[in-house]
């Protein structure tokens, strides 16, 4: 069983990973032997305290800093990825926005931006990511998605569709991909426990996690170990799916 969580040989590609589901997931795939690269808008003496501490556990992380919604940048990044390491084994479209709004109200700069990152980035990184796959005949991509992005939310109408949109993505590149043998899952977290849900009130929090089956609030890791099972040879079978990590807050 540890054998086919064994990433060893295998180069992966996180975007949005300074924190967060990101920086757990990185942490993930390196500890069980993936070389892996991360990425963000920007460094931060934050970021590389962080690095610092991971290396001296003996992860080591290369650094790529770039905007996931700028296509130039997208592709001026996988060719360094290339130039490097030649080839590429797992991506994770991580990177992500939320910003609450409600419908009537969302300005033309919400929209855009939303869509931008969450949903125009996660297509470029397929696209480029695909192409080095290809070279080798396997691969496996991974789309951080949301429950909200399955059910809906009111007030996050914007959000909920940029994440439905990645569902989408997910069920047609894996069609198109899989004779590539390249994968395509997607992964649907509910509440979880990050940056993008810490303005959220007590009182919202504690109703939320009401409705949980499980009774707590997510963790960036719980998501991680499903990004870790899609990456490995456990789902070598499985492609064009979508996981909810969510506790049990849908069923």
């Known amino acids: ?5 064994n990433l060893n040989g295998k180069i992966a590609f996180v975007t ?3 924190r ?3 920086w757990q997931t990185a942490l993930m795939l390196a500890s069980n032997g993936a070389k892996v690269i991360i990425n963000d808008l920007a460094d931060s003496e934050n970021l590389q305290t962080k690095i610092k501490d991971a290396k001296e556990q003996n992860i080591d992380l290369t650094t790529l800093f770039f905007d996931v919604s700028d296509y130039v940048q997208v592709k001026n990044a996988y060719s360094s990825i290339f130039k490097e390491f030649k080839r590429l084994d797992i991506l994770v479209n991580n990177a992500g926005i939320m910003e609450d709004s409600m419908i009537s109200t969302a300005s033309e700069a919400h929209i855009e931006k ?3 990152i969450n949903t125009f980035g996660a297509i470029y990184n397929t696209q480029y990511a695909s192409r080095l796959m290809a070279r080798n005949n396997s691969g496996s991509i991974i789309n951080i998605s949301s429950i909200i992005g399955t059910k809906g939310n009111a007030g996050e109408s914007v959000y909920s569709a940029s994440k439905s949109a990645l569902i989408g993505l997910t ?3 894996a069609k198109e991909l899989a004779p590539l043998g390249i994968r395509v899952n997607a992964i649907a977290p509910g509440f979880i426990d990050t940056d993008l849900v810490s303005h959220f009130s007590e009182e919202i929090r504690q109703k939320t996690i009401s409705n949980i089956k499980l009774g707590r609030i997510g963790t960036p890791e719980d998501v991680a170990k499903a990004v870790l099972f899609f990456a ?3 789902s070598a079978y499985i492609t064009g799916q979508v996981l909810g990590v969510d506790g049990g807050m849908i069923i």
Do not use: V
Request: glycine share 16%.
């Open 114 to 116: 939303t869509f931008k």
């Open 171 to 173: 069920l047609s590149t």
């Open 16 to 18: 949005g990973a300074a």
């Open 1 to 5: 069983m540890e054998s086919l969580f």
């Open 20 to 22: 967060g589901i990101g």
């Open 232 to 234: 490995s040879d456990l």
